[in-house]
């Protein structure tokens, strides 16, 4: 345990770094944006720098809140409130893509001149780099723990350096001429914005649901070979599993022989968890039962 505390440590602590260090970058492109460059590219990755830092901090509260031991009203603990982090964070996204929209739309239709794109340019480049490098991280840390918020967080922080790098493109074509590429660069943050938004609303949604499908369900056909292979195994039927978080929890439902007694089963149950956990660490918790075979 003291391996997994250190780790969640880890992604909480990057999580708080990127909400600080993103909204700062943010507010400083939106007020160059909106006061001397007047470029909409800028303004509208000013809002989502500030708006990923905000979804960096629902997730660094949601990993506080997820640590906590389960109690008497929550007994399979607080997993799934990782999954309520993420769609939050999902809906502030979906919010900020609208107002971008917005924007675009009014400098498509009626252009202003920009002001000091090299400027903007500049803010915009130290923005993505510091995003790319936080996002880069989070990315492997994600990986290793398996929680979906994290997850988010990180691929919406490489999507921020990636708007960022969108920005910086757009400000130095707009310093040649071709100001349409201002609003055509917000139009385009938004729509990976929105993208991204209902990807992590509809994954999260399905897990909250107790959904199994895909991976899911290729695991509990796993469990099913593994508890048949089993000496003392005739049959194993009804394979539930239901994602909370970063872990699974299932139940099992084998046949054995009618004369068998509560030490040989215990025995197999014993063998059986142990050969999944070895195959799938993520299975947290496996609930056996056991019928006669005659039944």
Same mark, same amino acid.
């Given at each position: 345990?003291?391996?997994?505390?250190?780790?969640?440590?880890?992604?909480?602590?990057?999580?708080?770094?990127?909400?600080?260090?993103?909204?700062?970058?943010?507010?400083?492109?939106?007020?160059?944006?909106?006061?001397?460059?007047?470029?909409?590219?800028?303004?509208?990755?000013?809002?989502?720098?500030?708006?990923?830092?905000?979804?960096?901090?629902?997730?660094?509260?949601?990993? *506080? #809140?997820?640590?906590?031991? !389960?109690?008497?009203?929550?007994?399979?603990?607080?997993?799934?409130?990782?999954?309520?982090?993420?769609?939050?964070?999902?809906?502030?996204?979906?919010? =900020?893509a609208?107002?971008?929209?917005?924007?675009?739309?009014?400098?498509?239709?009626?252009?202003? /001149?920009?002001? =000091?794109?090299?400027?903007? $340019?500049?803010?915009?480049?130290i923005?993505?780099? #510091?995003?790319?490098?936080? %996002? !880069?991280?989070?990315?492997?840390?994600s990986?290793?723990?398996n929680?979906?918020?994290?997850k988010?967080?990180?691929f919406?922080?490489?999507?921020?350096?990636?708007?960022?790098?969108?920005?910086?493109?757009?400000?130095? @074509?707009?310093?040649?001429?071709?100001? #349409? !590429?201002?609003?055509? #660069?917000?139009?385009?943050?938004?729509?990976?914005?929105?993208?991204?938004?209902?990807?992590?609303? *509809?994954?999260s949604?399905?897990? =909250? @649901?107790? $959904?199994?499908?895909?991976?899911?369900?290729?695991?509990?056909?796993?469990?099913?070979?593994?508890?048949?292979?089993?000496?003392?195994?005739?049959?194993?039927?009804?394979?539930? @599993?239901?994602? &909370?978080g970063?872990?699974?929890? %299932? /139940?099992?439902?084998?046949?054995?022989?009618?004369?068998?007694?509560v &030490?040989?089963?215990?025995?197999?149950? *014993? @063998?059986?968890?142990?050969?999944?956990?070895?195959?799938?660490?993520?299975?947290?918790?496996?609930?056996?039962?056991?019928?006669?075979?005659?039944c």
């Amino acid at each position: 345990m003291v391996g997994e505390g250190s780790r969640f440590f880890t992604i909480e602590t990057i999580a708080g770094l990127t909400t600080i260090s993103l909204i700062l970058l943010g507010i400083i492109q939106i007020i160059l944006g909106e006061t001397v460059s007047r470029s909409v590219a800028l303004t509208a990755n000013g809002i989502d720098c500030v708006g990923d830092g905000f979804v960096s901090g629902i997730v660094w509260m949601g990993l *506080k #809140v997820f640590r906590r031991p !389960a109690n008497q009203r929550f007994h399979y603990g607080y997993y799934k409130i990782e999954n309520l982090a993420s769609i939050g964070a999902a809906a502030v996204m979906l919010v =900020l893509a609208g107002y971008i929209i917005f924007r675009s739309y009014n400098q498509l239709i009626r252009p202003e /001149e920009i002001q =000091l794109p090299l400027l903007g $340019a500049v803010v915009a480049i130290i923005s993505a780099i #510091v995003a790319l490098s936080l %996002g !880069a991280m989070k990315i492997k840390l994600s990986r290793k723990s398996n929680l979906g918020s994290a997850k988010l967080d990180a691929f919406n922080t490489i999507k921020d350096g990636t708007s960022s790098s969108l920005t910086v493109l757009a400000l130095l @074509l707009t310093s040649v001429g071709f100001f #349409v !590429a201002d609003s055509l #660069v917000g139009f385009i943050i938004a729509g990976i914005i929105v993208s991204i938004g209902f990807t992590a609303i *509809k994954e999260s949604s399905y897990m =909250l @649901l107790d $959904a199994c499908d895909g991976q899911c369900i290729q695991q509990g056909q796993t469990i099913k070979e593994i508890a048949e292979d089993i000496d003392g195994v005739e049959i194993a039927n009804l394979v539930r @599993l239901r994602r &909370s978080g970063p872990v699974l929890q %299932g /139940e099992l439902e084998i046949k054995v022989s009618g004369d068998m007694t509560v &030490s040989e089963l215990n025995i197999i149950r *014993k @063998l059986i968890i142990d050969h999944v956990q070895a195959q799938h660490p993520d299975i947290e918790r496996l609930t056996i039962s056991a019928i006669p075979l005659n039944c």
